[in-house]
């Protein structure tokens, strides 16, 4: 498998972690690299070594396990959430974050405090979220529809990291994840990619889908191998990879340096250890007893508490994944809502032992993840379609809009 070079930044293994809110924090995160590098050595490939003289936070061997979205003022106020947030996996070479903004002088400032203080070897730009208390504010997957205000951002963001780096001996890479456009008549990849590479953007992640769409039909891959002959720059391929074959036929069709996984990694964090090993030369299929998975479970718990510092919020957090991981599985109501109420580890624990360790994993556990909906009126500002450049009023609203969707 041949190496991607996101600038600097050295991936031998071209996966990407896509965040999710709620879900792709640090334990899990941490999961995802684990199972990566396991499948890594399933293949009989040691995980691989970084290139002769590459400097620390430019060698990625199993992949970017990318922090979920965070807010650039939130950041840059360094609220308590989001700084534990963007905790560091300490066994992940290289650190991902992906932020959320909407003023070029904010996002610009968030950039310098991560590479100027280190919690960052790698910035992803949020484009593509399409949630409404992201798109209403201008934010997200409606921005690049401004081109005015996206070339702003890109370019305060490129020169940011390109000064903040100076004293880290390498260039942090500055990346972007963006959607198809609005709607259907509302496109803005192809102008935002040309944007993006002409000003110094390291990569683009496409998801191939619109603001409407959201999650639902299918993801238009084909504008993904489009991408892919316009720009000299990787790009990665998201939407609809939930196992092995989607993302074989993903980058066999379209040319994709690498695939991004968001819901297809919901309470399967083993699809890494699938795809790694693919990507090295083995086509496995991990499929886990109910007693395996219990063991990730678990282990993932563990990681909650260990990063929460609080058992209870820890096994709040747990509850919707502990419904992903036990999908599919035969169970019943009763086990299912026992396991919705969980507040220790030792709970935790005892009601996954009395679980039937070698019950196979079921077919139903495999295929599509998330709540795929139906397509929805983008939430927008106030006549944001009517041009393609800001208008003094609606600068005016995006300045005073840069605030934390989050929650942070």
């Known amino acids: 498998m041949e190496t991607v070079r996101i600038g600097a930044l050295e991936l031998a293994t071209p996966l990407m972690l896509s965040p999710m809110a709620g879900v792709t ?56 959430k989001t700084m534990n947030m963007i905790q560091p996996d300490t066994c992940d070479p290289v650190r991902s974050i992906q932020l959320y903004g909407v003023s ?21 730009l949020n484009f593509g979220c399409p949630a409404p208390k992201v798109t209403r504010r201008g934010g997200g997957s409606a921005l690049p529809w401004k081109l005015d205000l996206f070339r702003e951002i890109i370019q305060a963001s490129v020169e940011a990291a390109r000064k903040a780096s100076v004293k880290r001996g390498f260039e942090i890479p500055v990346t972007a994840k963006i959607r198809l456009g609005i709607d259907d008549t509302h496109e803005t990849w192809k102008d935002a990619a040309r944007i993006a590479e002409d000003l110094g953007v390291s990569a683009l992640t496409l998801h191939g889908r619109t603001t409407a769409q959201y999650y639902s039909g299918r993801a238009a891959w084909q504008a993904i191998g489009e991408l ?19 993302a074989r036929e993903m980058m066999g069709s379209t040319g994709c340096a690498g695939v991004a996984i968001g819901r297809g990694a919901q309470g399967r964090p083993w699809i890494f250890y699938n795809l790694a090993a693919w ?43 502990i419904a992903s991981y036990l999908r599919g599985f ?79």
Not at 228 to 246: E, H, L, R, S, Y
Not at 388 to 395: A, G, Y
Request: proline fraction near 6%; include cysteine.
């Open 330 to 408: 035969k169970l019943g109501g009763q086990v299912r809502d026992g396991f919705a109420r969980i507040t220790t580890l030792d709970e935790l624990r005892e009601r996954l032992s009395e679980l039937d360790a070698s019950q196979p994993y079921p077919k139903a556990a495999d295929g599509r993840r998330g709540r795929a909906g139906a397509p929805k009126r983008p939430h927008l500002p106030e006549d944001w379609l009517d041009s393609r450049e800001l208008t003094e009023k609606q600068r005016a609203k995006i300045a005073a809009a840069e605030i934390d969707v989050s929650g942070g």
């Open 25 to 80: 924090n640090p334990p899990f995160r941490q999961l995802c690299r684990e199972q990566a590098e396991a499948g890594i050595k399933a293949a009989g490939a040691h995980v691989p070594s970084p290139s002769t003289g590459a400097l620390k936070g430019t060698f990625a061997p199993a992949g970017l396990w990318v922090c979920e979205m965070v807010t650039t003022r939130a950041l840059i106020e360094r609220r308590p």
């Open 104 to 124: 070029p002088r904010v996002t610009a400032e968030a950039i310098r405090i991560l590479i100027e203080e280190e919690w960052a070897d790698h910035i992803d």
């Open 279 to 321: 990507l090295h030369g083995a086509d496995v299929h991990a499929q886990p007893t109910l007693g395996e998975v219990s063991e990730i479970i678990l282990r993932h718990g563990e990681l909650a508490i260990a990063h929460y510092d609080d058992e209870l919020k820890a096994m709040r957090e747990m509850r919707g994944h």
């Open 228 to 246: 892919v002959d316009m720009v000299d720059i990787p790009v990665f391929g998201n939407g609809d990879v939930f196992d092995v074959d989607d």
